[in-house]
Structure formats: structure tokens, C-alpha cells
């Protein structure tokens, strides 16, 4: 097979798998866990070949017309350079993974069918986003895998946070993708087709007449999908959805999408200086920020939910300072150490019966009931911390060198600016995420008090998936920051001596910060205790970990932060603690700045209909209801009165004829 | 003769039959004043035939026959209109027009208690008067 | 009105010119009579005495057969004789004295309909003079040289030509007499039938002694009731 007709059969898998899971859920449940994997596991080992083929060499091209659609031609089109060949690698072992470890974390979950259905379109719709050609056929991956993260992220509908969250997932990325849209066609008018390639073609000629409106544009709906600043508020809710759900739409798809749109359309953006400056701020506000409220989240997701957030700043950044490498570098690092964590995070809510970090804290031995989950995810955390030598390290320093070799005067693809703004906001961020995740193992994992209650081993189906992640997270860095840059544009990804040095310099100081803080709290741990398990503890990780997130309100006073004073993001961040446990209020602007505004106009188009509107409709039916009463009231019975009005019409109808025909 | 004559005479005879026929409450005297009007129409077709005769030479003598038969279909309907205003006083006690008011808005359907003794019936009478 | 122009010239060839204002005797004796037999219809259908409203129409009908006479359509007035003044008004007389309608003057011979049907008539009357006076003001019938409504013109038009329709009437007259029978004798047949006949045995009793206890038809108009007596 050629590779072109591979890589068709890509996206076409686990599309075929999701129609005929949702077909078949109901009626051959025996089906479903085989058509969840199988066919994702075969568009792995199609992706690999395809990668293999591709190798890192010329783009393969190929599109044909269905039909014609106007003046704009819409082709489905392949393109596939390096960064889609191994990109799609990633998603399809990603989501390998998942749908592995959710027949085990979903084990009896009635609605399993739907969800291995939905995550298999997810992914499909991924990687149709991945190695499109055609901008409109992007849109449509880009649409529905917003519409999937709907759907997926109100899984456990029956509980409100699960409902709230896939409203505000839907309502958020929506908001960005309606300028999205207009971007793309704004785009498409510019450079006369969809295509990738040609629109490429115009940008490297000049041929855009408003390369920053379009950037702007673009950069709302890539904000909106990849949750950068301002429009990230919905991932940390969005771990509502089930943890595997996250670790896809973290790792792999949903965020990754708006950052890969970003690398393969990078000429676009760096046609408008003011478009890269925007990105650069957006990535640093993001970075930052993200870092900071990580620190004080207490539910165990939403720490992750943040550090991705940070590390898609990350990417950001290197796209603002003009280097995909680095970025998709960093995407493919960060795909596996952060779906390794979500998973591995999947167990230990599964294991602890919370999904509070204050009711880890006060449980011993949580590590040795969960020991495949430990090491892994210790493995994973340190990626994150980019220490040596683990992958998020090598992709981190390959960033902040990008950012390093912008300030050090190679403006050509982005302005100097940029390149300090990101360097320094990458330094503060590598402390912050070096400080959460130290923050994350210690309370996890070193936990004082009662022993963690024992539901007896893990599924493996859990368990042998947290390894298979866990060897790219350990090596993938260090083995591939050689080879990748023939896949790439060629940019070197070496990490530089300087930016190395000091950036694990401060990771590690951050490491040590939190940890002498934790050291400081230990005694308080003990003297206040707090936590709330689930109740039943012999119920599959699903079930128990709808209950966690249920209860976590009600329990601790607030979905994302505790009242836990041995806390070491709260004595390390004061009094911005406070702010930074609910995201720096941010929601609280979007209710002042969008939801009131749209309430305040729901509740006046309701009064228009009920007051205005009706009293129409209740005047157009009340008409003829008196019309109505006086035609009855005319129904006498009296035959005269009939005949009488009969004649009298007759005779004004034929003196009416007669002025007429006499010409009157 | 002046045509106009009889023509006119004829409209004034039918507007006054018209008049009888909307007007008044016996219906023995709305009979008498459709006879009116057919006798309006009668003058009209003989004083036409007359003048048709010789003005335009027509031997067929169409209106006089048409008012023979007018005068005959209009005894047959005096007949038939007699026997049932006799049915109907019979029945109702009444022959007053504006009292037969089966068809008001509201009205109950004599025909349900069609067989019933005439307690019903004068009850339809007594809606009649009410709506009256 | 072409039509009538054209008979107008046709007639003014034929007979020569005629006075509007200067009326024949004919005309002058058609206007009297005329005006009687208008007067007597209005007097018909106003007056309260419902048997003088039948004389009156005798009168009518009486002064409508000597227009008839006037206009030389001798057999047709002979016949308004016979059969109007002959027969229909006795009947219509016969229907009065067996619907018990009162002898004398009745209050509310009129319905209330009156107004409406006054304002219906003269529009109507207001209408057809105007057209008809606009269509015929200069025709003229000539009623010189042998009569056109003669019996024997009359009989041989009938039986020459009409002889068909004529047969025809003849079946609508039987229809129409077994028709009238079917009507009374169903009143009769129903009468048979118990609560039919209960009724009839009240009201006849009621009509007859007048010591019939006050029933729901004593409700009637006292008028009815007097002419009942």
C-alpha cells in the first residue's frame, strides 16, 4: 500500500471503530472492548509505518475535489511532513493507551460503550486535524473533537460540576472558535485556496493583504482550543470528566490541536510581528500564571490541569519566538509524560478514594499499595520538573534555547522581545513547576497518618499502560534531540549550556523550596485532620472517582482549593494563595464580563417575549376570539334577520355592479 | 304606454312585498306578502311580453305563458307553505317567525327530545323569547 | 340600455312621437289604478288586523288584474281573478282562521325586524326605479291594433308551444297536492302516537273549554289566546 492510502486509514480507523462501537453498544456488548482497541491499535502500528516511510523527508502531498464547492475550492488533502508523521504517533499511542487502561478504569460503567465510541471519534477526529491538507477538513476534526470534549468531560452527568464543566468546556472553546472561523476564511480569500500548501506558497510570496487581523483571528481559536490565557478557564473544570478523558485531551488532542495548528501554519503568524508579540504574552501570562495556581490547587487533577496549561505556554512560546521544532518537540515530550501522569493520577484516586491532595497527606503507605503507579508517575513528575535526564527536560531546554537564540539577536522570525519575554517567563515557570510537582509527590506519596485503605491490586490493564508511557517520558528526550531536528525544520534542539544550567538550577531550587516548606508543615499535618473518602471503595475507579469529585465540594468548601494550613503552596505563595486557588478570579471576570451581560439579555428577550411578544400573540388570538363572539351573538335564529341582511348585501352589490357597468 | 309605467309599479310592488316578507311576524301574512312579490314579477313579464310583441315582433308569447305558470307554481306553494305553517302552529303553538329559532347559537337540539311530551319544546320556546 | 334604445327608436318609427307629459287615457287610467294597488299592498303589509291584511290583498290582487286588463292581457286577468282572488286568498283566510290568529287589532303584527327590513325595502325600491326608469325612460308599448294577451292568442301560444311545460305543471301540481296531504296527515299520523296525542288532547281542550289549568302554553301571547276565544 502506498503511503498515502496508509495514512487515510489513519484517521479512517478509529472512525470506522467509533460508528460501529456506537452501533453495536447495545446490542453485542462482547464487541465493544475489542472495537475500542483494536482498531486504535492498528492506526498506532499504520501511523509508525507511515512515520517510518515519511522518515522526515519531502511532505507528502496528496488531495482530491469531490466536488466543486464555489469559489474557493475544498479539497480533502493530505499533508503530512514530520511533524504530522510523528505527532500522529503520539496521538495514536496516547489514545492506545487510554482506551487500554479505561477497560479497566470504566470496568462497570453502564455507559462504556458510548465513551470508548466517543474517545475512538476523538482521536480520529485528531488526527484528521493532524494530517489534513485542507484547512475546512481541519476545521471539522477542530469541531468535532470540540463537540466529543462535550460530551466526554459530562460523562458522570449526574453530577452538576460534570454538567457545569462540559457547558463551559463546549460554551469557552466556542468563543474562540467563531473568530477561528472567520480567520480561516479571511485566510482563504487572502491566498485563494485551503490548502496548507498554497496558503504556505502566499505567505513565503507576501500575498497576505491583513497577515495580522488573520493572525489575531487564528490566535483566538487557538487560545480557545489549546487553553492559553484568556480563554484556558475550562480545562481546570474539565476534570470533571473521567481521569482517562483528561490524560487524552491533555496529552494528546483537544490542547495539542490548537499548538500544532500554530507550528504548521508558523509563516502565517510570523508574516505579523504583532501577532508573535500577542502569542509571546499570551504564552508567558499563561506559563506564569498557570504556575501559580497549581501551587494552590488541592484536587490532584486539577494540579495537572494546570501544569498542562503551563506547558502548552511553553509551547506557545517557542512558537512565538519562531521555532516549531521546539514546540512540537516539547508537544511530544509533554503528550507522554502528562498522559503517564493523568493515568497514573487515574490510579491513585482510584487507590486513595480521594482526589483531595490535603486527604492524601494524611494517609501512609498510599505508595505501596500503588507501586507501579509511584514510580511511574515519579518518573513522570520529574519529566515535568525537566531534571536531567528526562524528556521534559531536554524539550524544555530546547524552548528556552529558541528563546535564548532570539535575544541573543537572530530577530529574523521574531522580535527580540519576545525572546526575553519568554526566556524569563519559561525561568520563573521551570521554578513553579518544579515547585508543584515537588508539592504533588510529597503530598501524595509521603503522607502521615491512617494507612491508605487496601482495595487489593490494581486492574492491569491500568497498571502495564503507566510503563509502556513511562519509556518515552524517561528517554524519548534524550534519544531523539538528534534525530528530530531532520524531521523538523532543521533548528537545532541541543539543550545550551547557559539555559540548561540555570534552568535546572532553579528547578531544582524550587524542588527544594517546597520541600523545606513541607518539612516546616510536617508537625501540622498530624494536628489538623481533614479528608473525606468515597464510599465505596469496591466500586471501579470510575465510580469512585465521580464520588470524589461529588463530594470534594461539599467536603472541603470549593472544587478546586482545601483549608489544609500544612499546605506548602499556601505558605510558599502567602497571601496569593487565596487568588491563585481560583484561578486568579478569572472566572469571576467572565461572570462580571459575559455571563452577567448574556443573563441580564436572556432575561430581557424573555420579558420582550413574555410582555411584548405575547401580548401580540394573545392580541392576534383575542381579536378573532371577539370577532368570534360578535359573528354568535349575530347567529339569532331569526330568519328575517337573515333574509334581511342577505337582501341588503344584494342590493349593494348590484347597485355596485350597476355604477360599475354604467361607467360611474 | 309609457313602459315605465308598469316597470315601476312593478319595483314598488316588489320592494312592498319585500318589505311584508321581512317585516312581519305571522307567517300566514309573510305569505301573503311573497304573493306580492310574485305578483310584482306577474305585472313585470305581461307589461315586457306586451311590449315585446309588438316591438320586436315576438310570437311565443313567453311572458304570458312564464306568469300562467308563476301563477300556478305560486297557488302550489301557497298550498304547500299553508300545510306547514298549519304543521308547525300545531306543533309549536305559534306562527310566529321570529319564535322559530332552532338555528340561534347556543340553541339545544329539539331533535333529541323530538319524542318527548312538549315540556322540552316549550322550553326551546322559552330560549326563543330569552334571546329575543 | 343599447337594447332599450334600440326598441325605443324602432317604436318611435313605428307609432310616431309621444308626449311624455302629454298621457294617453290609458296611461292616465294604469297610473290611477296603479296608485290604488300600491297604496293597497302597502296597506297589506302594515296593518295590524291580520284578516284585513288578507282583503287588502284581495284588493291588490283585484287592481294588479285590471293593469293586466289595461295592458290587453285579457285571459291572464281573468285568471289573477280566478285563482288569486278566488283561491289563494281564500285559503290564506282559511290558514288564518285555523292558526287562530286574532280577529281585530294585534299589537305586534310587526317583528322587530321591522326597521331593518323598512331600510332594506326602500333601498331596494330606491334601486330598481332608478334602474328601471334609467332603462326605459323613452320606451313605449303600443297597445293599438289587436290585443297581445287575448285568450285566443294566449290559448294558441300555450298549446302551441307550451304545451311541454304546461303538461309539466301539471305534475308539479300533483307533487305539490300530495305534498300538502302528506303534510296534514303526518301531523295526524304523529298525533296518534301517545305524547303527540296528549299534546293535541291539551291544547284542544284548552281551546275548546278554556278551563285547562294553567300550563307553560297559557305563556303565550294573549293576543293568540283571544283570538282563540
Sequence with gaps: MTTTTLAVLVPLLPFLGAAAGLLLGRTAPGFVRPLAVLPILTALVVAAVVAVRQGGDAAVDAATELTPTGSVPIELALHIDGFAALVAVLVCMVATCVQIYSTGYLRDDPRYPSYAALVSLFTSAMLLVVYTGDLIVLLVGWEVMGICSYFLVGHYWETPEARAASIKAFLVTKLGDVPFLLGLFALATDAGSFRITKVLDTVAHGGLDHPTLIALLLLAGVAGKSAQFPLHTWLPDAMAGPTPVSALIHAATMVAAGVYFVARLLPVFEASQAAMVVLAVMAAVTMVGSGVAALAQDDIKRVLAYSTIGQLGYMTGALAVGDRGAAVFHLLSHGAFKGLLFLAAGVIIHAAGTNSLAAMSRMSHLRDRVPDAFWTMTVALLALAAIPPFSGFFSKESVLGAAEHVTTGHTEHAPGAAGWLILVAGLITALLTAAYATRLWLLAFRGRGAEAPDHGRQPRSMTVVLWVLAVPSLALGGLAYRTLPDWFDGNDLTPALTTSVIGTGVALAGGLVTYAAWRHLTALTAVTPIGAVAAHPEGDAAQVEAEAIATHAPAYGDVASAPDPADPGRLLLGPLHRHAAVGFHLDAVYQALFVRPVQAGASLVRFLDREVVDTYVRGAGALPRWLGIAVRRAQTGNVQTYVSALLAGTVVLAVAALLVASGA | MHLAYPAVLAALLFCTGLYGVLARRNAILVLMSVELMLNAVNLNLVAFDVWLSRAAEETLHSGQALTLFTIAIAAAEIGIGLAIVLAVHRNRGTSDIDRLRDTAEGHESPTADGHDNDAPTIDGTEKAEATA | ?229
Design chain 3, 1 to 229: 340600455m343599447t337594447l332599450a334604445s334600440a326598441a325605443a327608436t324602432a317604436s318611435l318609427a313605428a307609432s310616431g312621437p309621444h308626449g311624455f307629459l302629454s298621457p294617453t287615457g290609458v296611461e292616465i287610467a294604469f297610473l290611477l289604478v296603479g296608485l290604488a294597488t300600491f297604496g293597497a299592498a302597502l296597506v297589506t303589509v302594515t296593518t295590524r288586523q291580520l284578516v284585513h291584511a288578507a282583503l287588502w290583498l284581495v284588493v291588490t290582487l283585484g287592481g294588479l288584474a285590471v293593469e293586466y286588463l289595461l295592458l290587453t292581457a285579457e285571459f291572464i286577468a281573468w285568471v289573477q281573478v280566478l285563482i288569486y282572488v278566488g283561491s289563494v286568498v281564500v285559503l290564506l283566510l282559511f290558514g288564518l282562521m285555523l292558526t287562530r290568529a286574532p280577529i281585530g287589532r294585534s299589537p305586534d303584527a310587526d317583528s322587530g325586524n321591522r326597521w331593518a327590513a323598512l331600510t332594506v325595502a326602500v333601498a331596494a325600491a330606491a334601486a330598481l326605479v332608478w334602474v328601471v326608469v334609467d332603462a326605459f325612460r323613452a320606451t313605449w308599448i303600443d297597445l293599438d291594433g289587436p290585443a297581445a294577451g287575448s285568450t285566443e292568442v294566449t290559448g294558441a301560444s300555450l298549446f302551441q308551444n307550451w304545451v311541454l311545460p304546461f303538461e309539466a305543471l301539471s305534475v308539479l301540481l300533483l307533487a305539490a297536492l300530495v305534498g300538502a296531504i302528506v303534510l296534514s296527515r303526518k301531523a295526524k299520523a304523529e298525533s296518534s302516537s301517545p305524547p303527540m296525542n296528549a299534546r293535541g288532547a291539551t291544547q284542544s281542550s284548552r281551546s275548546v273549554t278554556e278551563s285547562s289549568p294553567p300550563g307553560p302554553d297559557t305563556r303565550q301571547d294573549p293576543a293568540e289566546q283571544e283570538g282563540a276565544r
